[in-house]
């Protein structure tokens, strides 16, 4: 059933759709469900699928240690904070929100104007701890920079810390990068929603809680949304070169219409773009984006909601009352060039009836 009809979807940064290809493997998943926990046939037929679908996500994103199914990001993140063998926590000012929740009183490492992580005080903060985990985002959610993580991965290796990177927003795009830990979501790349991973380099440094997962996460494997994970991880991902060349008309033509491209100086993930219309809230961009049939966000989903400004934005230097004017337009694998044509319309007669004012 179609719940929206004939609108334009521009915000795969909170969600993607499910992919048929995932959509298909949950649904033979499901007739032959058994838990992979039991010992009889049915049982160990299943585990036998679920661990073949490890295998085969491994292969796909590249990663050869060990991976834990976790129900999404959030909980992979807090289960890193809470087992990993580590000290003092440092994280980036611009994480996403469920990297701020698990670790509320880490250090705060600064970030540059143009979105990026500041190395000099990524370095200031290692000297002051001893094997801190450091969490820093592969893809800020919000801006699309992409961070320099093999310079971080340097200096936390160093440092003799734990890497914890955030790739929700970069896996299946982009190489999961040399960290320790790393987090994916599978709804994020057209999978289903309720299930990730944790990539975790070496399990010594995690400590385990017991029960499944290979102890480090106990409950019951939702195998049906582990086989739709491999399945969305597996599809052909060839759109993405296309999301490049759109996102790039996008900044063009925002850019020339009078408005500001944010963290342009930095290299961003061809899927996010964020943009300021100067004198224009968000909020009241993103409701007439929405009356336009177009749905985008004010800044990360798991936050726009509260009407807070970005911590992201603000961590940038943005003003408050100018964090507050930014969107985000995020792309998916149908994403096509007469969307984009559609929201540079409707952000242009918007921009418009402001100066007009």
């Given at each position: 059933?179609?719940?929206?009809?004939?609108?334009?979807?521009l915000?795969?940064?909170?969600?993607?759709?499910i992919?048929?290809?995932?959509?298909?493997a949950?649904d033979?998943?499901?007739?032959?469900?058994?838990?992979p926990?039991?010992?009889h046939?049915?049982?160990?037929?299943?585990?036998?699928?679920?661990?073949?679908?490890?295998?085969?996500?491994?292969?796909?994103?590249?990663?050869?240690?060990?991976?834990?199914?976790?129900?999404?990001?959030t909980?992979a993140?807090?289960l890193?904070?809470?087992?990993?063998?580590?000290?003092?926590?440092?994280?980036?000012?611009?994480?996403?929100?469920?990297?701020?929740?698990?670790?509320?009183d880490?250090?705060?490492?600064a970030?540059?104007?143009?979105?990026?992580v500041?190395?000099?005080?990524?370095?200031l903060?290692?000297?002051?701890?001893e094997a801190?985990?450091?969490?820093?985002?592969?893809?800020?959610n919000e801006t699309?920079?992409?961070?320099?993580?093999?310079?971080?991965?340097?200096?936390?290796?160093?440092?003799?810390?734990?890497?914890l990177?955030?790739c929700?927003?970069?896996?299946?795009?982009?190489?999961?990068?040399?960290?320790?830990?790393?987090?994916?979501?599978?709804?994020?790349?057209g999978?289903?929603?309720?299930?990730?991973?944790?990539?975790?380099?070496?399990?010594?440094?995690?400590?385990a809680?017991?029960?499944?997962?290979?102890?480090?996460?106990?409950?019951?494997?939702?195998?049906?949304?582990?086989m739709?994970?491999?399945?969305?991880?597996?599809?052909?991902?060839?759109?993405?070169?296309?999301?490049?060349?759109?996102?790039?008309?996008?900044?063009?033509?925002?850019?020339?219409?009078?408005g500001e491209?944010?963290?342009e100086?930095?290299?961003?993930?061809?899927?996010?773009?964020?943009?300021?219309m100067?004198?224009?809230?968000?909020?009241a961009q993103?409701m007439q984006?929405?009356l336009?049939?177009?749905?985008?966000?004010?800044?990360?989903?798991?936050?726009?909601?509260?009407?807070?400004?970005?911590?992201?934005l603000?961590?940038?230097?943005?003003p408050?009352e100018?964090?507050?004017?930014?969107?985000?337009?995020s792309?998916?694998?149908?994403?096509?060039?007469a969307?984009i044509?559609?929201?540079?319309?409707?952000?242009?007669?918007?921009?418009?009836?402001?100066?007009a004012?």
């Open positions: 059933m179609r719940l929206v009809a004939e609108r334009i979807y915000d795969h940064a909170s969600t993607t759709p992919l048929p290809e995932a959509a298909a949950m033979e998943a499901c007739r032959f469900w058994a838990n926990s039991s010992p046939a049915e049982g160990r037929a299943v585990r036998a699928a679920m661990e073949g679908a490890r295998r085969r996500i491994g292969a796909a994103l590249g990663w050869e240690g060990t991976i834990v199914f976790t129900s999404g990001a909980e993140i807090s890193v904070f809470a087992q990993a063998r580590a000290g003092s926590s440092i994280v980036s000012a611009i994480e996403h929100p469920a990297v701020l929740r698990s670790a509320p880490a250090r705060r490492s970030v540059r104007a143009g979105g990026l500041d190395l000099e005080d990524l370095d903060a290692l000297q002051q701890a801190p985990l450091v969490a820093v985002q592969s893809v800020n699309g920079a992409i961070q320099p993580t093999a310079e971080v991965a340097e200096r936390v290796r160093r440092s003799g810390g734990l890497l990177c955030d929700a927003q970069s896996a299946a795009k982009l190489p999961i990068p040399d960290c320790d830990f790393a987090v994916v979501a599978a709804h994020k790349l999978g289903p929603p309720g299930i990730g991973a944790l990539l975790v380099r070496d399990p010594g440094r995690l400590d809680v017991g029960g499944q997962e290979g102890g480090f996460r106990a409950g019951t494997p939702a195998v049906p949304l582990i739709g994970f491999a399945a969305a991880l597996e599809a052909d991902h060839g759109w993405y070169e296309e999301a490049r060349r759109l996102r790039s008309k996008l900044d063009q033509g925002v850019s020339s219409a009078g491209i944010v963290a100086p930095a290299a961003r993930i061809a899927t996010i773009g964020a943009y300021r100067p004198g224009v809230p968000g909020a993103m984006l929405d336009a049939g177009i749905a985008v966000s004010a800044g990360s989903a798991c936050s726009s909601g509260s009407l807070k400004t970005s911590h992201v603000t961590a940038m230097g943005y408050e100018e964090a507050r004017e930014v969107i985000r337009v792309f998916g694998p149908k994403t096509g060039e969307d044509d559609a929201l540079l319309a409707q952000w242009r007669v918007m921009f418009e009836k402001r100066r004012a």
